[in-house]
């Protein structure tokens, strides 16, 4: 009896994927989480509009969705101010990184990112045989000298770079970005993913045109808009890189009842607006939080706060299970020295409620 024939490359993967969700965690403990704050979603919800909007899309359910995204792309395409030819549409972010690192790389081709910065893109990477060079972060913000300049040392065809940054919430000014650009090596491809970028301030999405073929920006629903379950994400390129995606992408991937319930949500500038206060307020909150406990919040522009737990890798570790064991769900980086801090997602002033009860105990027992 024979099983499948693996290819050598699935063969020489590792069995891991790149986040263990709070489900399994739940299932493992046999309980759920009294307070959801380690996978970044809103907890806020989705606005009125979108909901409304895809409860009356649910009878429609038996049709598959538009392919082309028509309706969603043209609307983006308005929304940032260039044509339906600069966007495509796919399954979160993570789907988009997927296809695009299966059209650019093959077997050996080299890829840079920062050590430690989202490991979904790695994991991508890695399925398609690329090689990762990676550098470190400096003052908890991802490095672009750094990153461009290892770009031209391995000669890559993708540079990875988020901002606002995952995990530590760190952003550069959208002009520093833009500049920064100047050193991005010939031939290769910034991937600069902006899923944050709605929650930060004023002059943190980088002024680069839409058709710039050095770059292509990373958009999501997941976040501001708090639709990670709907899985909507959109990317912005040079039209023939974005036309480029479909000869590979999954022309059926995306959900009918998402794609109505993002052009519902994409008009709702008043509660986006209110939104981004209820995230900055929580954001203080979880500060306040941490510094009733001897932590110190890093700045971010992101809706998360990265507490520095004032020790190492060990310690925010025994504090995050700690956590967990008190029903709270966090998470933390993965590489030191940004592994010293747990991240924390804003929620609800219940959530952090929980938060605050709980976070005392799980300190004293990880110091202890």
């Known amino acids: 009896m024979t099983g499948p024939r693996y290819t050598p490359l699935a063969q020489s993967l590792p069995a891991t994927v790149p986040f263990v969700g709070p489900e399994a965690q739940e299932r493992a403990m046999g309980r759920p989480f009294r307070a959801r704050l380690g996978a970044n979603e809103s907890v806020f919800g989705p606005p009125p509009a979108a909901l409304r909007a895809m409860q009356a899309a649910a009878a429609d359910i038996w049709m598959y969705a538009d392919p082309e995204s028509h309706d969603l792309r043209r609307a983006l395409a308005a929304h940032h101010a260039t044509t339906p030819e600069n966007v495509i549409v796919g399954e979160g972010i993570d789907g988009l990184l997927g296809y695009l690192v299966r059209l650019l790389i093959a077997s050996g081709d080299a890829v840079v990112t920062s050590d430690g910065a989202y490991p979904t893109f790695n994991y991508h990477v890695a399925g398609f045989g690329g090689v990762l060079h990676k550098v470190p972060y400096r ?31 760190s952003a550069h000014t959208g002009t520093d970005i833009a500049a920064a650009l100047d050193d991005l090596p010939a031939g290769a491809l910034l991937v600069l993913d902006e899923a944050y970028v709605e929650l930060a301030q004023d002059g943190t999405a980088a002024p680069i045109a839409p058709d710039d073929p050095r770059v292509i920006r990373m958009r999501t ?148």
């Open 139 to 169: 003052d908890d913000f991802e490095d672009p000298a750094a990153l461009f300049a290892k770009a031209a040392e391995t000669g890559a065809k993708l540079v990875y770079l988020a901002n606002p940054d995952n995990p530590m919430g």
């Open 221 to 368: 629903f997941s976040k501001a808009y708090g639709m990670a379950g709907a899985r909507v994400g959109y990317a912005i390129g040079a039209a023939p890189l974005i036309a480029a995606f479909g000869k590979i992408r999954n022309h059926f991937g995306m959900n009918r009842t998402a794609q109505i319930g993002a052009l519902a949500a994409l008009g709702e500038a008043a509660w986006l607006d209110d939104l981004r206060a209820r995230v900055a307020t929580s954001r203080d909150e979880i500060a306040r939080i941490g510094a009733e406990n001897g932590l110190r919040a890093l700045p971010s522009e992101a809706n998360f706060v990265a507490l520095d737990c004032g020790g190492d890798g060990a310690l925010a570790r025994r504090v995050l299970e700690g956590l967990a064991a008190r029903g709270v769900f966090v998470r933390m980086p993965f590489v030191a020295p940004q592994d010293r801090c747990i991240r924390v997602s804003c929620g609800r002033p219940q959530d952090l409620e929980i938060l605050a009860d709980a976070l005392p105990g799980a300190l004293a027992e990880a110091r202890g």
